[in-house]
């Protein structure tokens, strides 16, 4: 008597395979029977949409840039750890500074000050550098009474910056190099005229609460003035621009906009202050107004 063959258990392969191959035979039928019964019911088979067969495969896989997790800066861990180091004593390790270090570096060695060694009057981080994974450098700033010291300290922390541990000893550094600055974009000197008066009008109701700011914005320009009230007086020193139409005395015509930097002079009752604002200015109507505040790096409209 032969062996039973036996026979292999379908796969999702040749299921699909086998579900073609039956759409095919009924689309043939179905096209035949459309031809027997006439042009009219071949027209409405051929109107209606294709079946499509859809083999199922492997996931696609997810974005690198959606799965990637950014790290998050452990700056502001690493200022209150380099403050408790820096007012921490290895003489006195129950203190709460002593205390406070450890929590974020345990086992780290603790400085021992002089008798009658100042604190630091303020610690800042004032640079990150992110290395690689989790490992982080930290730049802070201790500011003393005779001066600055910085420390980079070497950090590790978990994406969300839930878990943050100091890895080793603080390092004294030397302080950051200063970036040298791109060429200002505010090179045409504006004279006095419309433009300058609507500046220091503005301003002067921006920072001193003297009339209303809004009589000085464009239509759909919103901006609240500083509240309360700073200034006493403010003075415009200067104000250069980017377009050249800025270079006459005549108001520009409907529609132009220019962009300025006004150096001014707040007088408050604590002294007199030198600030610079960045302006948007449009023209309308025979008058400058102001169409966008974006000092700062932020607009406001």
Same mark, same amino acid.
């Given at each position: 008597? &032969? ?39 071949? *027209? ?179 901006? *609240? ?48 202050? &030198? ?27």
């Amino acid at each position: 008597m &032969p062996a039973p063959t036996l026979e292999a258990p379908p796969t999702a392969a040749g299921l699909d395979l086998e579900r073609t191959r039956r759409t095919i035979r009924l689309g043939r039928a179905g096209v035949w029977a459309c031809l027997l019964a006439g042009p009219a019911a071949l *027209a409405l088979a051929l109107t209606r949409p294709l079946v499509t067969v859809v083999t199922q495969g492997a996931p696609a896989p997810a974005s690198s840039a959606a799965a990637a997790v950014a790290p998050s800066d452990p700056s502001g861990y690493v200022a209150e750890f380099a403050d408790a180091w820096l007012r921490a004593d290895a003489g006195a390790p129950d203190s709460t500074s002593a205390l406070r270090a450890l929590r974020l570096a345990p086992g780290a060695a603790l400085p021992e000050p002089a008798e009658g060694a100042k604190a630091p009057q303020k610690v800042t981080a004032v640079r990150s550098v992110h290395r690689s994974g989790s490992q982080w450098s930290v730049t802070v700033a201790a500011q003393y009474a005779d001066g600055v010291r910085y420390f980079a300290v070497p950090v590790t922390a978990s994406a969300s910056s839930g878990a943050v541990a100091v890895t080793g000893t603080p390092a004294l550094v030397a302080a950051p190099a200063v970036a040298k600055s791109a060429p200002s974009a505010y090179r045409v000197e504006v004279p006095d005229g419309p433009l300058t008066d609507t500046i220091k009008d503005f301003l002067t109701a921006y920072l001193a609460g003297s009339g209303e700011v809004d009589r000085y914005l464009a239509p759909r320009t919103s901006l *609240a003035a500083v509240t309360p009230a700073v200034a006493d007086q403010v003075d415009v020193e200067t104000v250069t621009a980017r377009e050249e139409a800025t270079a006459t005395e005549q108001v520009a015509s409907d529609s132009t906009r220019v962009h300025v930097k006004a150096s001014v002079s707040a007088r408050t009752k604590s002294g007199a202050w &030198p600030l610079a604002y960045e302006l948007t200015l449009a023209a309308r109507g025979g008058r400058w107004e102001i169409a966008a505040l974006t000092s700062g790096g932020g607009e406001a409209k």
